[in-house]
């Protein structure tokens, strides 16, 4: 068998008829079938039956008594089952268009591609479908996360929250997998390596039922980054908490010796911001350092946002003492706080992003290596 449509599914039910119509529409002339893994506590494993007898696609249930993993524990155990070399991944809510199956597989084709990415945030894809402003914030401020603490894995990936993707089954280690939450994706790309493409989509209406997002799947999410890249995030936090220790005690040394707090800050600010640079450099993004840009470069994009956040934060620092009477170093302190996540993600988006990487070049049946694409091409 050619793909396994893989579809997760919690009280679907209103939606199933109509996907698997318009996924029978979309892969026919492929030799493809359809697993809808159950964790629904309604009427939902009823209507996958009924629609199966009469479907001229092939459909599957796998309904679990007990949901372990919850979404992604759903489609590691929909891995472990497809019969397909291939496996596309989709919500059950049509927000994924059925029509699209076709495309990633064609684009795993034609690439050589072991993971076909669709992407809300690349070429003419969009995320018109999310709720409102708030998950739309949600979701890009996740996902620049994401790529900020696996910059090397997400190096072609500019969705990796999206659970519409297309993989081939041989090119992953499912026992290897741990699954958590909703980001399935995130887990198969931190813990295998993998080549991976991006194919644009539009990110359509919910067809019918309501949104399973919650504030808990978003604790879970922070949890799942945090188990996936406890190193460079880690080493990043021990570099600020080292530069926030001298930070404090440069400044109330000078303040000790009759300076003014304001003036104490501003090189206090700048001695550590030079300091982290020269750490960040050796413990931090060693392997990122040839990816492009010199040193000086770095040193400048580096110094740039410091120099920037630290004018940004100093008026913040005069406000808080000055209004709520609290004590200088403590002022100084929370806001050190605060602006540690943003210094991390502009470095790691920015000053250390590595560049994309090409697909190796697709090998014919014939045997032959495919010739290497040229300006006429």
Request: no cysteine.
């Amino acid at each position: 068998m050619q793909v396994t449509v893989v579809v997760p599914t919690f009280n679907e039910g209103p939606n199933v008829e109509e996907l698997v119509g318009r996924l029978a529409v979309a892969v026919e002339g492929i030799d493809a079938e359809v697993l809808f893994v159950d964790d629904s506590t309604d009427d939902t494993p009823v209507v996958v039956a009924r629609v199966a007898g009469s479907s001229s696609l092939p459909v599957r249930l796998l309904h679990r008594d007990e949901p372990v993993g919850g979404l992604s524990g759903a489609v590691v155990e929909g891995l472990g089952e497809a019969r397909g070399e291939w496996v596309v991944v989709m919500d059950g809510d049509l927000q994924h268009p059925p029509e699209m199956v076709p495309v990633l597989l064609e684009t795993a084709a034609s690439t050589g591609a072991d993971i076909v990415v669709a992407s809300r945030y690349t070429g003419n894809g969009d995320a018109g479908g999310l709720d409102g402003r708030w998950r739309h914030l949600v979701s890009s401020a996740s996902s620049l996360l994401a790529r900020s603490m696996f910059p090397v894995r997400l190096r072609n990936v500019t969705d990796p929250m999206t659970g519409f993707f297309a993989v081939r089954t041989t090119a992953i280690d499912v026992a290897a997998l741990r699954p958590r939450g909703f980001k399935i994706l995130l887990e198969i790309l931190a813990r295998n390596k993998v080549e991976v493409v991006e194919e644009p989509f539009v990110f359509g209406e919910r067809f019918a039922g309501e949104s399973k997002a919650t504030f808990a799947n978003g604790l879970r999410y922070l949890q799942q980054l945090t188990a996936l890249r406890f190193g460079r995030m880690s080493t990043f936090a021990l570099v600020g908490a080292f530069g926030a220790v001298m930070n404090l005690a440069i400044m109330w040394g000078l303040e000790q010796l009759g300076v003014h707090y304001m003036p104490a800050a501003v090189v206090s600010a700048a001695v550590t911001i030079v300091t982290n640079f020269l750490l960040l450099e050796h413990f931090v993004f060693h392997d990122l350092r040839d990816e492009g840009r010199n040193v000086w470069k770095r040193a400048a994009q580096s110094f740039t946002f410091n120099g920037i956040e630290a004018a940004v934060r100093l008026p913040f620092l005069h406000w808080l003492v000055v209004l709520t009477g609290m004590p200088p170093v403590l002022a100084q302190a929370l806001t050190l706080v605060v602006a540690f996540l943003l210094r991390f993600v502009f470095h790691a988006q920015v000053v250390y992003r590595p560049r994309k990487s090409e697909p190796e070049p697709v090998v014919p049946l014939t045997g032959e290596k495919a010739a290497p694409a040229t300006d006429e091409d």
